[in-house]
């Protein structure tokens, strides 16, 4: 049965969206079945793969309110082994939507439960916020990957979204893990982006991944192509990044499941 991550940080510009669909990518370049799955409204990862999404008529909405099967709302994109669930504006009408419904939080896990055993790994993309469609993630994930940026403002909200990943282990999730911490937008150049890795990796030690996210033009540039930076550009640092990246997930889980 596939591993369930959710990639979330409620702060915006974080990388969220460029570490989901990039790490996804590379997974699926080293011959892993992979889903992506859009949760956020915004749908910049729909848009980063190719698809447009004002002509999404099937997604992540209609699996939330289950009026469509999750296997009849993924489709096949251009990166090898890699599909995703798309996303469109409609999405946003779920944080009503759903309020009054009993399991609210449960209905993203029921959903994908079908499909689960068809992917080594499905990544779920949340929106910059810790509203009702990223408790919908958390609920139905095994773990978390928290991008931070390397940038001045880098821990603000962390504690508050740490809060909350607790409080859906206690509430809705128990068997919720953090995945690890990971490091965006880094410039070895400036003396503030060394200075926000060794704060992190003091404060969090063994959570932080050992690989880094370089800042890189390329990155930026892939999703206006609608391709993953492994498609673009692979020879780039970025490509390589994410490649490195991919790797240390691998032979994380890989070991774990060995131990068991």
Known sequence: MGKTIAVANQKGGVGKTTTAVNL????????????LIDADPQANTTSALGFDPDNISLGT??????ENRASEVIFKTKSPNLD????????????IELVDKTDREQMLKRSIAEIKDQYDYIFIDCAPSLGLITLNALTAADSVIVPI????????GLGKLLNTIKSVQNIHNPNLDIEGLL???????????????????????NMVFNTIIQRNVRLSEAPSYGESIIMYDASSNGAENYLNLAREFLEKNEAIQESI
């Open 24 to 35: 996804a990518a590379s997974l699926g370049v080293l011959e892993k079945k992979v889903l």
């Open 61 to 66: 909405y209609q699996a939330l309110e289950h």
């Open 84 to 95: 995703i669930m798309p996303s469109q504006i409609d999405l946003v009408a779920v944080e």
């Open 149 to 156: 940026q390397c940038e001045y403002f880098a821990l603000e």
């Open 183 to 205: 490091l965006t937008m880094y410039d070895s150049r400036l003396r503030l982006s060394n200075q926000v890795v060794e704060e992190v990796r003091t404060h969090f030690q």
